[in-house]
Nanobody, 124 residues
Framework: QVQLVESGGGLVQPGGSLRLSCAAS????????MAWARQAPGKRMEWVSS????????DYADSVKGRFTISRDNARNTLYLQMNTLKSDDTAVYYC?????????????????WGKGTQVTVSS
């Protein structure tokens, strides 16, 4: 059974940092692109970042480029998102997701498995 479980969210002040983790089970993350997406209150889901199977290619939404870093540990079957210089606009529920081979790595509606999400709140 495929499962994705996010952790590491919380309340942080503007300018602060958080590191999200996503533990996968039921499949090998090494065989897939993996992604992070987020949904802010009252807004649609937004793709945040994706990473190639071996980590050789990474891409980011313009809104987080230069502040967020996606990484993976295939041996631990885990995905990460390091978030620095957080802003209030980053407040959202963050989800990790698996990117099937048939989907583009930014095409979040086509991602096939999702975690339940972790809340990130950036506020003073």
């Amino acid at each position: 059974q495929v499962q994705l479980v996010e952790s590491g969210g919380g309340l942080v002040q503007p300018g602060g940092s958080l590191r999200l983790s996503c533990a996968a089970s039921g499949f090998a993350v090494s065989r897939y692109y993996m992604a992070w997406a987020r949904q802010a209150p009252g807004k649609r889901m937004e793709w945040v970042s994706s990473i190639e199977r071996d980590g050789s290619h990474r891409d980011y939404a313009d809104s987080v480029k230069g502040r967020f870093t996606i990484s993976r540990d295939n041996a631990r079957n885990t995905l990460y998102l390091q978030m620095n210089t957080l802003k209030s606009d980053d407040t959202a529920v963050y989800y990790c997701a698996r990117v099937p081979d048939t989907a583009g790595y930014t095409a979040w509606p086509e991602f096939d498995y999702w975690g339940k999400g972790t809340q990130v709140t950036v506020s003073s």
